[in-house]
């Protein structure tokens, strides 16, 4: 399995940015749609950290850091998930990762997959 970001870039206060991840072919018996799917960030010098998370039946979850400015979404037949982010801030700017697990769909970093990261830069 393999995940891959997109749509990292700099930005400055007040504006918005919406990410991507984009899922490569599961493993035959499992499909998109029954995968939790969860963002993190790493800010420079911070443990990386979960800000919000997808199940498998779109119930959603959010850090209070980014509840109210930041919507997870997927898009099952596309085997992707979005974070749109509106009113960023520069505590914003951080390295953006995505997540995906059959079973766990938590705040740790128990996901089995992992994209390799997109960065915001919030100025």
């Known amino acids: 399995v393999q995940l891959v970001e997109s749509g990292g870039g700099s930005v400055q206060a007040g504006g918005s940015l919406t990410l991507s991840c984009a899922a490569s072919e599961f493993h035959s018996g499992f499909v998109f749609s029954t995968w939790c799917m969860a963002w993190f960030r790493q800010a420079p010098g911070k443990q990386r950290g979960g800000i919000a998370v997808?199940?498998?039946?779109?119930?959603?979850e959010y850090a209070a850091s980014v509840k109210g400015r930041f919507t997870i979404s997927r898009d099952n037949a596309k085997n992707t998930v979005y974070l749109q982010m509106n009113s960023l801030k520069s505590e914003d700017t951080a390295l953006y990762y995505c997540?995906?697990?059959?079973?766990?769909?938590?705040?740790?970093?128990?996901?089995?997959?992992w994209g390799q990261g997109t960065q915001v830069t919030v100025s």
């Open positions: 997808i199940d498998d039946d779109g119930s959603t």
């Open positions: 997540a995906a697990d059959r079973f766990y769909c938590g705040w740790g970093d128990e996901y089995t997959y």
